[in-house]
């Protein structure tokens, strides 16, 4: 029997030498325990984190490096033999790349089994690594103690010849260091709790285990980087494709399990894929071969008919149709409400360096959200709730927020507002309008809580949701000054579904939804369309969908049009100042790190 561990990681960003000291205490535990594993597993980029962009080059080291610190580390932990398979970025031949090293530590044969150089590198979505580091151009199996294994990184899984060219090349193990962000939490049939980006990875590795008849391993980095969160729920998967255990989420673990490599043999003789792609690829390949010397190139466009005369009628996206029957926005609440204390508990005392944070405490359902999840993440002695009242604002405000503070368990302070912004618009020039007052109100709630933040040495939270910031309906500089933000990705009406599952009082949670900046105000009548009605327009809008198509899921021209226009006329207020570029080396252009750098 095989002993497999994975060290699901929680890395101290761009933290070498701190993380390196987390590594030895790994090897301590290990050594204090019944049996060391024959292998260990850590995730991509377990040493550093993951998202660096150009803080890559600061942290790169050459494998030879890493070899010897966890040979010294090894050693001086009175730990057993074992191999490891460990991701980090490398410096080779001057260029740097997202690599993975396999090296056998102790015994009688130590050294570096084999370097994998990433070869495909995601620069999609949230990811660009191509701007980064380089490719790898090889896949190749490698001996072991034990017999033969492959690693490959994180989407090199997804490409199908990848894996396949690890078993053909005689893999027994297929290692898969990743550091995947963790992304969908609508509710799932088979009600796991899990989020559909960890789903997926799972049922990718099941495929491909059973494809070829091997085992693998995905090792997950955890935790939370720049507001991702980078998932855990690692596993390890049978030949036959059936999972043998799993991590937890987002959370640091070791996962151990025993394998036996002869199932491959009876995996293989009972579902011979494998060796009917042996005895076929040469003939493929031939193939392949006989259609480039005949012309053809993969990728080349090929001439399509003319369309026809008649225009084709507009109907919704599929994926809009198959959404129809329920709501594309609907969310699994437990798993949000685990995710978002994980963040904010992640963001604020890792991340930060602090055990304290402060909310402004409005009475809306946004803020007292915020507070609830922040009690659950930090302890109510831990987070100070703001009330920071003007004399226009609506006495029910202050209610709803003395509701919210009994039923946290919170701290809570009140600060009145109203001389500042009074005697500020009485310096002015003329007396400011209704709006503008509002907006001084805003900036003020800033100041005030900045400086709470200052004295009672608590992070402030932003409050803001995902429907907001589309409509750009907050003041800047105000509202989304927070620096972290735990709603900023919730629609509206998510967020009312999540506030009634972790407890908000139901009164908050149905009252009409409102700035409170000028008497009588509400979101919607500012709109002049509801939450409910212009969330799924956004949510279309944002996955690329054509303003026709969107109309034929049974939504008005007029409605499409007015969230349309909202959208593309907001795009400044969710930016950074412009700035002048000069040189080669502007921030935020060419001088990148991110904000957890």
């Not at 150009?54 to 490096?65: I, Y």
Request: aromatic share 8%; glycine share 8%; with cysteine.
């Amino acid at each position: 029997m095989l002993r497999i561990a994975i060290a699901q990681f929680r890395p101290h960003k761009a933290e070498y030498e701190r993380n390196l000291t987390q590594v030895a205490d790994l090897f301590g535990r290990l050594a204090r325990g019944p049996a060391v594993p024959d292998v260990l597993v850590f995730p991509e980029a377990a040493l550093t984190g993951y998202f660096l962009e150009g803080g890559v080059q600061e942290v790169a080291l050459t494998a030879e490096h890493l070899f010897n610190d966890l040979a010294r580390l090894h050693g001086e932990s009175g730990c057993g033999p074992l191999e490891v398979v460990v991701g980090f970025y490398e410096v080779w031949r001057t260029r740097l790349h997202n690599s993975v090293l396999a090296a056998a530590l102790g015994g009688p044969d130590p050294g570096i089994r084999h370097i994998h150089r990433k070869v495909f590198l995601p620069t999609y979505g949230v990811f660009d690594e191509e701007r980064f580091v380089e490719p790898g151009l090889s896949v190749e199996a490698f001996d072991m103690r034990w017999g033969r294994g492959a690693a490959v990184v994180c989407e090199d899984a997804w490409h199908s010849l990848i894996p396949t060219i690890a078993a053909l090349d005689g893999a027994q193990v297929l290692f898969i260091p990743s550091a995947s962000p963790a992304r969908g939490i609508g509710p799932e049939a088979d009600g796991d709790g899990r989020p559909g980006s960890v789903r997926r990875w799972e049922r990718t590795v099941q495929a491909i285990a059973a494809e070829h008849g091997i085992y693998l391993v995905l090792a997950q980095l955890a935790g939370f980087e720049g507001g991702k969160a980078l998932s855990g729920g690692s596993c390890v998967v049978g030949p036959r494709g059936e999972v043998l255990v799993r991590g937890p989420l987002f959370e640091e673990a070791l996962i151990e399990t025993e394998i036996d490599l002869e199932e491959i043999v009876r995996a293989r003789a009972e579902t011979p894929l494998l060796s009917d792609l042996e005895m076929r690829l040469p003939h493929l390949v031939e193939s392949l071969a006989h259609r480039r010397s005949r012309g053809f190139v993969p990728g080349a466009t090929v001439p399509r008919p003319p369309p026809a005369a008649r225009p084709r009628p507009v109907r919704a996206p599929q994926r809009a149709r198959d959404q129809e029957a329920g709501d594309p926005l609907a969310i699994d609440p437990e798993l949000t409400r685990k995710w978002l204390v994980e963040f904010i508990r992640d963001e604020v005392q890792r991340r930060r360096g602090f055990d304290r944070a402060v909310v402004g405490l409005s009475g809306g359902v946004d803020s007292a959200l915020v507070t609830f999840l922040a009690v659950e993440a930090l302890g109510p002695k831990n987070v100070w709730a703001v009330r920071m009242p003007y004399h226009a604002s609506s006495r029910e405000s202050l209610e709803h927020a003395q509701l919210v503070i009994d039923a946290a368990g919170c701290q809570a302070e009140t600060v009145d507002i109203s001389a500042a912004v009074d005697g500020l618009a009485a310096a002015l020039p003329e007396r400011p309008d209704p709006p503008r007052i509002g907006n001084i109100c805003a900036r003020m709630r800033m100041i005030t809580l900045f400086d709470r933040s200052a004295g009672l040495r608590a992070l402030p939270l932003g409050t803001g949701n995902k429907s907001e910031r589309l409509f750009g309906y907050f003041t800047w500089h105000a509202d989304d000054s927070p620096p972290v933000n735990p709603l900023g990705d919730l629609f509206k009406t998510q967020v009312w579904a999540l506030a009634a599952h972790v407890g908000v009082p139901e009164v908050i949670v149905q009252k009409p939804a409102t700035a409170d900046l000028i008497s009588g105000q509400t979101d919607e009548r500012d709109f002049g369309i509801s939450y409910r009605r212009a969330d799924p327009i956004l949510h279309w809008l944002l996955l690329g969908q054509r303003p026709e198509e969107i109309v034929q899921l049974g939504f008005t021209e007029e409605e499409v049009a007015l969230v349309r226009n909202r959208l593309e006329s907001t795009h400044w207020k969710r930016r950074l100042p412009t700035v002048a570029m000069l040189s080669q080396t502007a921030i935020g252009e060419y001088y990148l790190r991110p904000v957890d750098y």
